[in-house]
């Protein structure tokens, strides 16, 4: 798909911006678990706090198309920190999407400039996939709600400012949810201690605690009971992102190991002219060729506001999530000892890009979305 002026101007933008900030220090974040606030608030100078955020409130009012082609070039320097910012942008975008004109002159701005960083709270300890069992409650009390519960797995959580939370204001299943924005300093929010995680290092993650806090009313995002379709609906922004994260990731392990084999001698001549090898590089390169061209589509479906663009979001995010990860682990692979290294970054790429056949919803999951679509254009 043919990219603007306007778009090759900001993806080059971010690419540099990736390289001189991300990639250098990637490694040492992981390796010190560093939440790089600093560098995240630069990122908001260059507009990446709200991409497909309306201009009036301080966002860059790109499109999903532009915002895949930037999160890929962001996750070539560290998927870890590209994924948090997809979720800072998910939050951001909600609020801008869903919020009263008060809302979003309140809450949008700040975060589109990444002078405020967001968390998103929807999964809990016992409702990962089944959403819409979750039990965090919003007692409703004069002038607002009263939240009770606990969220799991929250990506920088307890360094943040913002918290989007999906809270059950009634017992009627999914149409009982409510999501109410949460800053970090009401009274009863705590955090629990930062995970210890395979990947995804650079960034912490918690639970979040809530007991007894008070939101106002002013701060219920969106009508009472309409909480789970605006965390649907931000899912869909959500899973291409992170599929986009994974295709970065495994760009920068092809070239890598590209890298790595023309200078590796074995045999008497260099690993690249062995034919097998070549061959696994070949299917590598086809199969990220493949993984941007659904990804893109999908992109372009959600723009366009396809019926069909929740079935290709998630078959883009099983797609390509699978397949990157089998290119970082392949490339890995062909580094040989050297690959198992920490300073030479392979191992940090597969670590990062597991999860992402995990969360926005897992892989299963998106089979599921996929099958059940099919099943009704069938009927």
Not at 94 to 111: C, F, H, K, N
Not at 125 to 137: K, M, N, V
Not at 164 to 178: E, I, K, P, Q, W
Request: glycine share 10%; with cysteine; aromatic share 6%.
């Amino acid at each position: 798909m043919q990219e603007s002026e306007e778009t090759r101007a900001v993806v080059l933008a971010v690419r540099k911006f990736a390289e001189s900030e991300l990639a250098p220090n990637a490694i040492a974040w992981d390796r010190e678990k560093h939440f790089p606030v600093d560098v995240l608030r630069r990122a908001g100078e260059l507009g990446l706090g709200g991409i497909w955020v309306a201009e009036d409130v301080g966002g860059s009012g790109l499109t999903r198309l532009d915002g895949v082609r930037i999160f890929e070039e962001l996750a070539k320097g560290d998927p870890s920190i590209a994924a948090y910012i997809s979720i800072h942008n998910m939050v951001t975008s909600m609020i801008d999407r869903y919020g009263s004109p008060e809302q979003r002159e309140r809450w949008v701005p700040a975060l589109a400039s990444m002078e405020a960083l967001a968390s998103y709270c929807l999964t809990e300890p016992d409702a990962g996939s089944d959403a819409a069992a979750l039990r965090t409650s919003a007692r409703k009390v004069e002038g607002g709600y009263v939240l009770d519960g606990v969220k799991q797995f929250i990506s920088g959580a307890g360094s943040t400012d913002v918290y989007l939370v999906m809270a059950r204001t009634s017992d009627d299943g999914a149409r009982g949810v409510s999501s109410f924005i949460v800053p970090r300093d009401s009274e009863g929010l705590s955090f629990g201690a930062n995970e210890d995680k395979m990947g995804w290092n650079a960034q912490p993650t918690r639970q979040v605690i809530l007991e007894g806090v008070f939101v106002p009313d002013d701060q219920r995002l969106g009508e009472e009971g309409r909480g789970f379709s605006i965390a649907m609906g931000g899912l869909d922004g959500g899973r291409i992102n992170i599929a986009a994260c994974s295709l970065g990731g495994a760009q920068f392990a092809l070239a890598t190991v590209l890298s790595h084999l023309r200078t590796r001698t074995a045999f008497g001549s260099p690993l690249i002219e062995q034919p097998t090898l070549q061959f696994r590089l070949a299917d590598m390169d086809t199969n990220l060729h493949a993984a941007r061209y659904l990804l893109h589509n999908a992109a372009a479906a959600l723009d366009a506001g396809a019926p069909e663009a929740t079935k290709l979001c998630a078959m883009a995010k099983r797609f390509v999530t699978d397949s990157c990860f089998d290119v970082a682990n392949d490339a890995l692979q062909l580094h040989g000892g050297y690959g198992y290294l920490r300073e030479y970054g392979m191992e940090k790429v597969v670590r990062d890009l597991r999860v992402h056949q995990i969360l926005e919803g897992t892989n299963e999951i998106m089979r599921l979305v996929v099958g059940r679509a099919l099943v009704k254009e069938v009927a």
